[in-house]
């Protein structure tokens, strides 16, 4: 069997009817979502661990001051 024939049958099994497209991209959502699970996981752990450093250390202190600066307390 051809590749293009058994693309262009529809999921109820009748050859030569063109499928919808929606049909033929049916499983792509799903690779999309696991492809922004990894990005999310990715970005969550290069997160953690800039904010677990010394550079989370200055970050926080920094905008500790500048809103007690904004507050006129510090």
Known sequence: MKLTHHLSRSRSGRSGG?????ELEAGITTAEYAVG???????????????TGA????????????????????
Request: aromatic share 10%.
């Open 37 to 51: 699970t990894a990005a999310g996981a990715g970005f969550a752990g290069l997160l953690y661990t800039l904010l």
């Open 18 to 22: 063109r499928s919808s497209r929606s």
């Open 55 to 74: 550079f989370g250390d200055q970050l926080l202190e920094r905008m500790f001051k500048h809103v007690m600066s904004l507050l006129g307390i510090g």
